[in-house]
Nanobody
């Protein structure tokens, strides 16, 4: 059974930092590209960062480039999103997603990030 669980969200001040964690099981973690998305109420879920498998590199949305860092630890079946220099417009529900077997997307339940003074 596939499980994907995000954690680490919460309240941060503008300019602050948070690190989100995504733990997954039930599939070949090291073979699955991982992405982080976020969604603001009333808007579509948008991709913000993707990391390939086996050191294949990462990509970022312009809105987070230079501030957010995606990473993965295949030995721990865990992915991360380090978020620095947070802005109020980063407030959203953050989701991680794995693309498994070239066919299926598996999502977590999401974690709320609120950036406010």
């Amino acid at each position: 059974q596939v499980q994907v669980v995000e954690s680490g969200g919460g309240l941060a001040q503008p300019g602050g930092s948070l690190t989100l964690t995504c733990v997954a099981s039930g599939f070949a973690f090291s073979r699955a590209p991982m992405s982080w998305y976020r969604q603001i109420p009333g808007k579509e879920r948008e991709p913000i960062a993707t990391i390939a498998t086996f050191g294949g590199g990462s990509n970022y949305a312009d809105s987070v480039k230079g501030r957010f860092t995606i990473s993965r630890d295949d030995a721990r079946n865990t992915g991360y999103l380090r978020m620095d220099n947070l802005k109020p417009e980063d407030t959203a529900v953050y989701y991680c997603k794995f693309f498994v077997g070239g066919r299926f997307d598996y999502w977590g339940q999401g974690t709320q990030v609120t950036v406010s003074s």
